[in-house]
């Protein structure tokens, strides 16, 4: 039998907010444990919440980047639980009337564009973090609680089941992330917690409509755990399919050490945590001039960045898809046009070298030691000839190990591309008589020896020599 998953994620994103969001303590992430704390945060008795207006102005800029409809009012909730990094034994939060509903997403997956929908976005509190003493909370004897994290802005942002596969699942939360740091809202770094993804899994026979028995999937903090997890709980529900047994709706936590998903705890449904309306803050309402100012300040989002880079610049789709993943990289891409209007050549560098070394450092394009006007002065120099290509893969590592320009490094370091025909003619005379055999071979029809002879001359010339003309040279005296 074919099977399809049914997969759903709700993501929380940490919003870049100064202060928490029901009081004035500071967000900032590393502080000495349970320095940003007062009496509202910590839920000391009679201490009363008053709500961040910056967080309900990012929640909105993220219901309106997903197309949803803004509420006019919203409520905050109260979701009872009791864990230790939770004082308050709630959890401020919006269920029934959450900020922004019956939006969309749109994502690049497969080469195609799907929408995801998404359900909604709303508002809720972050809890604290315990530390335990040692790595796991099975095996410590003792346990602190740090409630620095415990009322930093959240968003939920709640998918409709309209996922079908693990990668897409990766494809969608990489544009959710994407979406969150072109608003400037979230860093959406999965590594670091401050975005994170449960998900909601399930499979059916192809053709059915009925969705399947579902778990819950917990514990995924990064991109790749994500697509793992899902990969392999949907061939666990499979097998347990084919084999006759029942599932049961459960959490499971990815265990990234042995790549498996392992049951956690039965699913709790939402009647177990009595929401009700928090009696200590008024219904949010929002002003529709409010909402449409947010909508006019809403910077050009990655999709559409995308098509306007296709149809402005026309590159390919897939280069265009790399060069807007982040918004300070498109920029630094766009800023590199200017310099030097070959928008292919410049793709080609910024995908290729530049974000190769990069990477390899583990650097970000806003640390790139080769500036949009650096590559754009090498890359004259290739355009009028000076050097070549081959020798401007050695200028742009000297260029990115130094941040000294193009020019420069090709004057000190003698790197100015041979295109005198006489220098090259008697390079070529001196290889091909140094190696008679192989002259004889290649003209018996072992035609691989040319590439042999191209490098033998350009390590002559240590590189320098204009590879055009060195072809040309060579079928002549080779007699091609
Ligand atoms: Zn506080």
Redesign the pocket.
């Given at each position: 039998m074919e099977y399809e998953a049914i997969i759903g994620l709700e993501v929380h994103a940490q919003l870049l907010t100064a202060?928490?969001i029901?009081?004035?303590?500071a967000t900032a992430f590393g502080g000495k444990p349970n320095s940003?704390?007062?009496?509202?945060?910590?839920g000391l008795p009679g201490s009363l919440p008053a709500m961040n207006r910056k967080a309900v102005e990012f929640a909105i800029r993220m219901g309106l980047a997903t197309h949803c409809t803004i509420a006019r009012q919203s409520l905050f909730a109260r979701k009872n639980y009791f864990y230790p990094d939770l004082p308050k034994g709630y959890q401020i939060s919006q269920y029934e009337m959450p900020l922004a509903e019956n939006g969309y997403v749109e994502i690049l997956t497969d080469g195609e564009t799907r929408r995801i929908g998404i359900i909604r976005v709303h508002m809720e509190e972050d809890a604290g973090k315990l530390v335990h003493e040692e790595e796991s909370m099975e095996t410590s004897q003792v346990s602190f609680v740090d409630?620095n994290r415990?009322?930093v802005p959240l968003i939920e942002i709640v998918s409709a089941p309209d996922i079908r596969t693990a990668q897409e699942a990766g494809d969608y939360l990489r544009t959710l992330s994407s979406i969150l740091q072109y608003l400037e809202i979230c860093d959406g770094k999965m590594e670091e917690g401050s975005l994170r993804c449960d998900a909601n899994v399930s499979i059916r026979p192809r053709g059915e409509e009925a969705f399947g028995i579902r778990t819950e999937l917990k514990n995924m903090n990064s991109f790749r755990h994500v697509e793992k997890a899902l990969h392999y709980e949907i061939e666990r529900q499979i097998e347990l399919s084919e084999a006759g047994e029942t599932m049961v709706q459960e959490s499971r936590l990815w265990d990234p050490d042995r790549s498996m998903t392992v049951a956690m705890r039965g699913k709790e449904e939402a009647h177990d945590y009595r929401y009700f309306p928090d009696p200590d803050l008024v219904p949010l309402v929002i002003d529709v001039a409010w909402v449409e100012e947010a909508r006019e300040s809403l910077p050009e989002l990655p999709m559409e960045k995308r098509r306007r880079f296709v149809r402005q610049y026309q590159i390919p789709e897939y280069d265009a898809e790399v060069l807007t993943s982040s918004r300070a990289l498109a920029d630094y891409y766009e800023a590199c046009v200017r310099e030097f209007p070959e928008p292919k050549t410049v793709s080609n560098w910024v995908m290729g070298e530049l974000l190769g070394a990069l990477h390899s450092d583990g650097k970000g394009i806003t640390d790139s030691p080769v500036t949009p006007g650096l590559l754009g002065g090498m890359l004259r120099l290739v355009e009028d000839g000076t050097i070549s290509g081959k020798i401007a893969k050695t200028v742009f590592e000297e260029m990115y190990r130094t941040g000294k320009d193009a020019p420069r490094i090709v004057k000190e370091k003698g790197l100015v591309q041979v295109t005198d025909q006489g220098v090259i003619e008697e390079t070529v005379g001196r290889i091909l008589e140094a190696n008679p055999d192989l002259v004889e071979a290649y003209r018996k029809g072992r035609e691989k020896l040319f590439g042999f002879f191209v490098g033998q001359v350009m390590k002559e010339t240590r590189g320098k020599a204009n590879p055009q003309l060195v072809n040309e040279l060579l079928k002549k005296r080779l007699g091609k």
């Open positions: 202060s928490k029901f009081c004035s303590c940003h704390t007062c009496p509202v945060c910590t409630f415990t009322g």
